[in-house]
């Protein structure tokens, strides 16, 4: 077994193959099929033939182990670790010749995937000579669990297979698979049926063993959908896939799922396709489908294509890989997790787990035979991808700049972003002045205007111009409305960042950028003799006071605005004061700031030049807060919050507690409770209702959205006024009677008003009380996922910190009228209970935790609700 990833340094010996062209007894998955005996079957090793039980990873692993050092094809290694520390595993397969010169041919893919500077003779020498590159993704969704059962299938198939289709697969490809993308998920489900089952499987569909524990197996640890994460990289096992994947650059990727019924789809997909996806991926497409119709119809097979599964949203595993040059494509094989081994269905039939693994077996190996057989056009169109790509740079877009603003934390974090996903990015080394074809958001303009020094610039024409098109580009066109996702992301709009997209290209000296940047911080100016301040203008100040609370150091915020030693600070703002803090106060205060990239100021008297005095009661005292997450299955999804502190920001003290344990414990020692999107009424009973209102009242704070939000002031909750408010104001009027062939809807328009009528998600403008301490070091306006028709109706008892603005949409598809309902109501609530503090999202501020300005409101909520709670200036 070769080892050629980049986690795992072993290297383990190749083994010669042994008795060549023999059938075998048992294995009859594949048409035609002959093997080498010295390779040892599934059946051989697990003690099973596949689909009569799941195969959990350690015998996962250990059988692929057992194939790669009994074949001179198959290379394993590890691409990372999981949260729970399982293996991530991959293998390589091919030729023993083309296994010898692995590097080269990844050369060659990368020279394809960047033509700039390369001969085109030496391009048409690889597409002539070069094997190409396939991948294979099984179960991304762990209780999609059939995927992995036919990696396996896959593997056995390429590793010791001798018939003439598997030749020229190992001739003319390198096949990637990941047989288990999301191994602590479907752990889950393996774990669940194996303790569910009895001495024998039962097809009856009441059976026990056809549900699963909670959480089930879609998920990750963090309860992440890990088929929605490709483009923001917010989990350990994108993270480090995305370094492998962007290694090999292949041609064909495949991410293989379940679905309900008993079809299968394969593309083409639906519409919408994002408009960014070039005619080149399409035709791709259609050649895949037609090879696995071919391979279905030998068996007579179900199947359908374009219908249901999209290709808009990023962040799947279809369109990351379309957008980075390879065909991506899903395919669904009906029957899903609740089938267990074997199921009957309503028809008298039934469905077997093996037939599903027979059905992602099948068209696995379809698709890399057409790979395979159309090697170098494939090969010549994954080029012509990515000089359209280039080409990109010829149109009225030149580039996009993104404006670090004073904190430059967000900008930061997005160039980091692009650039872990391969995307080019550069900055600029002077100030500069350029065309502006339009701005983003909040900052419309066009014409000439001046860009600072350090502004980040990512170029339109770029060999992942397809993917920078696709992530950036605020109003794609759009041919449908069926959405399966969210219909807008633009990542300026996401990250709350200035930008704008230029119609030339800036004529300025340019640094490239590798990753986030480490900025420089300190105390500027020498020692304070009475206190320091650090201006909050952003994320990184903010987390600089939590830094300090942690450290013993008395830090207040700042109420208002004020000037001191001629410098203005805004509201907001850290006071550090000497007295009653540590000796060493100036050392700890230098190295905080400067791990944190923000600058503190001394300042020597206690008098101001504008606003209030350093010792007036309107700087509060922070308080390093104690943390309660709802967890557990009656908190629902709670995974963004537990995720959110445990990786995000593990700075703060938090404890995950069972929620279905909070009506009878003692909160008294927790200053705030994330309840995050789950509705707790039968949870917690009247008695756990009435401890909460009590525990709020003597100062504690809730933070909840969505079902949360909603709970909190339902009827018989009543925790706060807050009214959830779905659709307009008031029924409409009853319109005058017409004739029934005029009034009547047919079932076609029917079904094209509910596809208008969706809310898929977009991003809109809201409007922030800049006054209020929630608004505190954010921009007066900033986009916000707005995920379906939920808001808050506009309060008159609390503070209406968020508000829809009248002309709303910035990023994706509103239905009609949309808009309109949206300005008359709140996004984002904060209402005083006694001491405490209510604060309701109408959607969920950590959604796939990649909504990182959202994350500052979140921040506010956690840390200056601390200081500003109970009414008292400012403190609604």
Do not use: C
């Not at 099929?33 to 015998?59: E, M, Q, R």
């Not at 980075?324 to 899903?330: K, L, Q, R, Y």
């Not at 090697?375 to 000089?387: C, G, I, P, Q, S």
């Not at 507690?657 to 008294?668: K, Q, V």
């Amino acid at each position: 077994m070769k080892r050629i990833f980049t986690t795992v340094a072993m290297i383990l010996p190749l083994v010669p193959g042994g008795i060549r062209g023999q059938t075998v007894e048992g294995f009859n998955w594949f048409p035609g099929g002959t093997y080498d005996s010295s390779v040892p079957t599934p059946a051989s090793f697990l003690g099973y033939t596949i689909g009569d039980d799941f195969t959990p990873h350690h015998k996962l692993q250990a059988y692929l182990a057992a194939v790669a050092e009994a074949s001179d094809r198959v290379s394993l290694g590890s691409y990372g670790k999981t949260n729970e520390g399982r293996d991530l595993l991959l293998l390589a397969i091919t030729s023993p010749e083309n296994h010898a010169r692995l590097e080269e041919i990844r050369g060659d893919m990368g020279q394809l995937a960047d033509p700039r500077g390369v001969a085109q003779s030496d391009l048409d020498r690889i597409i002539r000579g070069s094997p190409a590159v396939a991948w294979l993704s099984y179960s991304v969704h762990g209780s999609e669990s059939a995927g992995t059962e036919a990696a396996i299938l896959t593997v056995y198939q390429l590793a010791a297979g001798t018939d003439a289709v598997t030749q020229t697969i190992l001739d003319e490809l390198v096949v990637i698979i990941d047989p288990a993308s999301n191994p602590d998920g479907r752990e889950r489900v393996v774990h669940s049926f194996h303790k569910r089952r009895g001495m024998t499987f039962s097809a009856n569909p009441d059976s026990w063993e056809h549900g699963s524990d909670w959480p089930g197996g879609r998920t990750n640890h963090y309860n992440f959908d890990l088929n929605r994460d490709w483009s923001w990289q917010t989990q350990v096992e994108t993270q480090q896939r995305t370094v492998e994947y962007l290694r090999w650059n292949p041609v064909v990727h495949v991410d293989l799922h379940e679905m309900g019924g008993d079809s299968y789809f394969f593309f083409p997909a639906a519409t919408p396709v994002h408009g960014a996806i070039p005619d080149v991926t399409m035709k791709w497409q259609r050649i895949y489908g037609e090879g696995n119709a071919e391979a279905f119809d030998h068996y007579g097979w179900p199947y359908y294509t374009k219908i249901g599964f999209d290709m808009y949203y990023p962040g799947f595993g279809d369109s990351w890989p379309s957008m980075m040059g390879a065909i991506g494509m899903t395919y669904e094989q009906g029957g899903g997790s609740s089938v267990g081994i074997a199921i009957e269905r309503a028809d008298g039939t039934t469905h077997t787990f093996r037939q599903r693994a027979h059905g992602h077996f099948t068209t696995s190996m379809a698709t890399l035979k057409t790979t395979a057989e159309g090697r170098e056009e494939r090969l010549t169109d994954f080029l012509a991808f990515f000089r359209h790509a280039i080409g990109l740079g010829d149109g009225p877009v030149k580039s996009y700049a993104l404006v670090p603003d004073i904190d430059p934390y967000n900008a930061d974090q997005l160039a980091d972003l692009l650039t872990r996903q391969g995307i080019e990015v550069v900055e600029a080394e002077d100030a500069f002045d350029a065309r502006v074809a339009r701005g983003f958001g909040m900052h419309e303009a066009t014409g000439s205007k001046s860009f600072p020094e350090g502004t980040y610039l990512v170029s339109a024409g770029q060999p992942k111009g397809v993917a920078v098109q696709m992530l950036m580009e605020p109003e794609p066109i759009l041919e449908d409305t069926s959405f399966y996702d969210l219909s807008g992301w633009a990542l300026p709009l996401v990250y709350n960042v200035e930008a704008y997209m230029l119609s030339e290209v800036p004529g300025v000296g340019l640094t490239p950028v590798s990753s986030a940047p480490s900025r420089a911080g300190g105390v500027e100016g020498g020692r304070g003799e009475y206190a320091y301040a650090i201006p909050y203008y952003g994320t990184s100040a903010l987390l600089a006071a939590v830094e300090l609370l942690n450290e013993g150091v008395v830090v207040k915020v700042a109420s208002d605005e004020f000037t001191v030693h001629g410098r203005g600070y805004p509201a907001g703002s850290f006071l550090v004061p000497v007295y009653r803090n540590p000796d060493d106060l100036h050392q700890i205060i230098q190295e905080v700031v400067e791990r944190g990239g923000v600058t503190a100021y001394p300042i020597n008297t206690g008098l101001v030049e504008e606003g209030d005095d350093l010792g007036a009661g309107s700087y509060r005292a922070l308080k390093k807060p104690k943390i309660a997450v709802a967890a557990g299955q009656a908190a629902g999804g709670f995974g963004e919050t537990w995720n959110f502190f445990d990786q995000g920001y593990p700075m703060f003290d938090y404890t995950n507690i069972d929620a279905s344990r909070l009506g009878n414990m003692d909160l008294s020692k927790y200053d705030v409770l994330f309840i995050s999107g789950a509705n707790l009424g039968g949870t917690l009973g009247e008695r756990g209702i009435e401890s909460l209102r009590s525990w709020m009242q003597g100062g504690g704070t809730v933070i909840a959205w969505e079902g949360g939000a909603q709970f909190m002031g339902q009827e018989g909750s009543e925790l706060t006024s807050a009214t959830t408010r779905v659709g307009g104001d008031e029924d409409e009027e009853g319109e005058e009677d017409q004739p029934a062939v005029e009034a009547r809807q047919t079932l076609a328009e029917r079904e094209q008003e509910a596809k208008e009528g969706r809310t898929p998600g977009g991003f809109y403008k809201v409007i922030l009380d800049p006054d209020h301490w929630m608004a505190f070091g954010l921009p007066d306006e900033m986009a916000i996922l707005k995920r379906g028709p939920r808001g808050f109706a506009v309060s008159d008892r609390g503070v209406n910190v968020a508000v829809f603005a009248e002309e709303s949409l910035l990023s994706g598809y509103a239905p009609p009228d949309y808009e309109e309902e949206l300005s008359k109501k709140a996004w984002l609530l904060l209402e005083n209970v006694g001491r405490g503090n209510a604060v309701l999202f109408a959607d969920n501020p950590l959604y796939r935790m990649f909504l990182e300005s959202e994350h500052q409101l979140v921040l506010n909520a956690v840390v200056l609700g601390t200081a500003f709670g109970g009414g008292g200036r400012r403190g609604m």
